[in-house]
């Protein structure tokens, strides 16, 4: 019997993680697969503790609390795939910094592409300061041989109905 497979990418974009949960297993059929990657505990955790920081230090507390995301731990989304019907048959966390395309911008880049709603309601010059100040902040750690890399966790999970 050929079974039914559903990949998903972007599950750390929703945060309706039973309804996710739901509207896949629904799409199933019986011993239909499900096979998922995305960002895990501690993703760009780097970026985003600095950029936290900086955020505060200029009185964006708001800005700074913002939840945009969700990285659970492999036990975390086991669990409620699982508690959704599903039977977990492989999952792992693994690191996997990635390269950032621009060699002198790469983090401020990777910050306007995606960590913009950290700057809604951020003054237009404080927007450059932070985004530079973090660049600088986490240089040791994301700057490797002359390229920017953004720390990013992963998980991979494939389960069945």
């Known amino acids: 019997m050929l079974a039914f497979y559903y990949l998903v990418q972007q599950a750390h974009w929703v945060k309706d993680v039973k309804g996710s949960i739901e509207c896949m297993y629904n799409n199933l059929r019986t011993n239909g697969k499900v096979v998922l990657e995305f960002g895990g505990k501690g993703n760009v955790q780097t970026l985003i503790t600095e950029l936290r920081n900086s955020l ?3 009185g964006y507390n708001n800005q700074a609390n913002l939840d945009l995301w969700y990285f659970p731990s492999i036990g975390e989304y086991a669990t409620a795939l699982e508690s959704g019907g599903f039977k977990v048959l492989s ?61 990013y966790k992963r998980i991979r999970i494939v389960a069945v109905k």
């Open 56 to 58: 505060k230090i200029r």
């Open 91 to 151: 999952a792992e966390h693994y690191d996997r910094p990635t390269e950032l395309a621009d060699e002198k911008s790469g983090i401020k880049d990777w910050l306007s592409m995606f960590a913009e709603s950290f700057f809604i309601g951020v003054l237009e010059n404080h927007q450059e300061e932070i985004k530079n100040e973090v660049q600088e902040k986490i240089k040791d750690k994301c700057l490797i041989n002359s390229k920017w890399f953004a720390d």
